[in-house]
């Protein structure tokens, strides 16, 4: 995270995969020239993909992420691609509750 008073620049870094965010073009072509100086980079354009997730911009900007392309890869890699949703009905605004599994792991039920 970057922040002056020309505004916020997010820099989001996983293996080597990395997605800058800000308000302005300017802000994100700025960051890209510094990393350049540091590292050999490939700039791949607006972001699509960013850690399995695809990602698509709404009509009123709002980003939504969406992971259909990885769960039909996990149907099929199961032979459940065939398979038909069933709704699954959850109390509205359930809190979640931590619990300890006998070995001491968490969970999050």
Known sequence: VKMDKKGVV???VHVDDMCIAAKTQELVNKIKAVIRTLFKVCDL????IFLGMEVRWQANRDIMLTQVVYIEQTLRKY???EAKPKATLMVPRAKTVEARTDDGRHHTI
């Open 79 to 81: 032979g459940l691609i």
């Open 10 to 12: 997010l820099v989001l």
């Open 45 to 48: 354009g607006g972001i699509k």
